[in-house]
């Protein structure tokens, strides 16, 4: 993975989740979980939907959870007891993930990455989808600028962007933890991948 962008990655997510508005992703190492990080940074929302049971989590999952768990994120499962993660249970699992969501951003894919099928999932929902520009030379970034060259996605450049897409006014959001007449979305609309 294209460790110099994970800390982009945390702060956009954050920015995000500063407004009100949840994150969605599958706790994958690398971007999913700087973005899960940065909306646990400020106590906001964050689901991570898994491509196993949730007795059946690979290592590096199963010492994400406790963590994960005790600052307010929540991990979903569609798969019964024992079924470990596969090559057909992660594809399957990303509709989940467009549907948990109102707006689908890939922030990072390659050719082969796994945040394409979620954007096709997005896109036969009726989700819109959006992706981040990447450098052409970037490997890490040719599944997003073949989903902006394809017309599968719009671009997506900032934190405010997605905002205002899923119609929250990072202006007059309340911090997470305040109380308030503010209601937070109940649904988390962007994905990062």
């Known amino acids: 993975p294209d460790q110099g962008f994970l800390p982009f990655a945390r702060t956009f997510a954050r920015k995000v989740a500063e407004a009100g508005v ?3 992703s599958g706790a994958a190492e690398g971007v999913d979980r700087a973005c899960h990080w940065g909306a646990l940074d400020v106590g906001a929302e964050t689901w991570a939907f898994l491509g196993s049971a949730l007795d059946a ?28 993660a596969s090559t057909t249970t992660f594809p399957r ?26 954007a096709d999932a997005a896109q036969a929902q009726g989700r819109p989808v959006f992706a ?18 394809d017309g599968r996605a719009r671009a997506c450049t900032s934190a405010e962007a997605i905002c205002a897409v899923v119609g929250v006014h990072p202006v007059r959001a309340v911090p997470a933890g305040r109380d308030s007449g503010w209601c937070r979305r109940a649904r988390a609309p962007a994905r990062w991948c």
């Open 22 to 24: 949840g994150v969605v």
């Open 57 to 84: 989590l690979d290592p590096a999952q199963a010492r994400l959870l406790p963590h994960f768990l005790e600052r307010g994120g929540v991990y979903f499962s569609e798969l019964p007891p024992g079924v470990r």
């Open 93 to 118: 699992r990303n509709r989940l993930i467009a549907g948990a969501s109102d707006a689908v951003l890939v922030m990072r894919a390659g050719q082969g990455s796994g945040a394409l099928y979620t």
């Open 132 to 149: 981040l520009p990447g450098d052409v030379w970037q490997p890490a970034a040719a599944g997003c600028n073949a989903l902006l060259a």
